[in-house]
Nanobody, 127 residues
Framework: QLQASGGGSVQAGGSLRLACQVS????????IAWFRQAPGKEREGVSC????????YYGDSEKGRFTISSDNTENTVYLQMSSLKPEDTAVYYC??????????????????????WGQGTLVTVSS
């Protein structure tokens, strides 16, 4: 029901745009998040958008470099990543969950609350 795409290999300073195509869910009712997982590390929250109120959230290291957006005509959430760094290298996953808007700010980073996951797309940033 979630299909992630757009990963690839880029040099440091480059850009990529990831896409998360959502099907089978009421798109406008869900919070959609991007997580990443590097080898040997725990899955971490990168960014999320609430399709209920449109608010966006970012991890500290992603602020100013990444932009999340939602297109409800295509049921797709995009993650535009710029100024990429080698430490951004990871498998990126999108996830979806129905979340009351008041809960999103303090909950979105917790990967355990999400029921729906995409298959992951690999981003490799070389120095």
């Amino acid at each position: 029901q979630l299909q992630a795409s757009g990963g690839g290999s880029v040099q440091a300073g480059g850009s990529l745009r990831l896409a998360c195509q959502v099907s089978g869910l009421t798109f406008d009712s869900y919070t959609i998040a991007w997580f990443r997982q590097a080898p040997g590390k725990e899955r971490e929250g990168v960014s999320c958008i609430s399709n209920i109120d449109g608010r966006t959230y970012y991890g500290d290291s992603e602020k100013g470099r990444f932009t999340i957006s939602s297109d409800n005509t295509e049921n797709t959430v995009y993650l535009q990543m710029s100024s990429l760094k080698p430490e951004d290298t990871a498998v990126y996953y999108c996830a979806a969950e129905r979340m009351p808007t008041v809960m999103v700010p303090n909950t979105w980073r917790n990967f355990r609350v999400y029921d729906y996951w995409g298959q992951g797309t690999l981003v490799t940033v070389s120095s």
